[in-house]
T-cell receptor
């Protein structure tokens, strides 16, 4: 069974559209994350939630809004998509906020045209 | 600004050789250090973690940490073509905020 899953795997959309990416983990972990990996492969934290509570919010445009309906799910909604949003978005989870051993989902490749 | 520096490579080694991957970090308060392996088009996979000075061995992998020099390395013994990937060094000093380096691409030739 997949530990951290994301949907969709690929997302191609036009500038200005709104889209969502979903993430689910079945590891029983308390903490979940969203990362962005750009074309130069640089992986950067965007958000972190612990038990549905936002604990990390890096400098990210407010067009990006995470939502955690429960501790097993963390979704990412992006409004008014821009060309620069094209990247691979990875969801990850860790047992709790003190554990730094994070497990990554398969990624969602977002292409904005 | 916390920084993690890695040589982007590619680092080319022949099959069976030892591959040595290096990483330096700027934040002296960093406490936990990780190596992730990322195959092309795939997600990062945790392969090693190290928390105290010295060496930590796991199979063909050895992580080395020197906090005084702010340096962490990964040695891969008996390198295999299947080890060809990008290796990401990650560092954290607090609650789960991992700072990643840009990764070193390793190419192991048969």
């Amino acid at each position: 069974d997949t530990a951290v899953s994301q949907t969709p795997k690929y997302l191609v959309t036009q500038m200005g559209n709104d889209k969502s990416i979903k993430c689910e983990q079945n590891l029983g972990h308390d903490t979940m994350y969203w990362y962005k990996q750009d074309s130069k492969k640089f992986l950067k934290i965007m958000f972190s939630y612990n038990n549905k509570e936002l604990i990390i919010n890096e400098t990210v445009p407010n067009r990006f809004s995470p939502k955690s309906p429960d501790k097993a799910h963390l979704n990412l909604h992006i409004n008014s998509l821009e060309l620069g949003d094209s990247a691979v978005y990875f969801c990850a989870s860790s047992p709790d906020r003190r554990s730094n051993e994070q497990f990554f989902g398969p990624g969602t490749r977002l292409t904005v045209l | 600004q916390k920084e993690v520096e890695q040589n982007s490579g590619p680092l080319s080694v022949p099959e069976g050789a030892i591959a040595s991957l290096n990483c330096t970090y700027s934040d002296r308060g960093s406490q936990s250090f990780f190596w992730y392996r990322q195959y092309s088009g795939k997600s990062p996979e945790l392969i090693m973690s190290i928390y105290s000075n010295g060496d930590k061995e796991d199979g063909r992998f050895t992580a080395q940490l020197n906090k005084a020099s702010q340096y962490v390395s990964l040695l891969i013994r008996d390198s295999q073509p299947s080890d060809s990937a990008t290796y990401l060094c990650a560092v954290t000093g607090g609650y789960s905020t991992l700072t990643f380096g840009k990764g070193t691409m390793l190419l192991v030739s048969p």
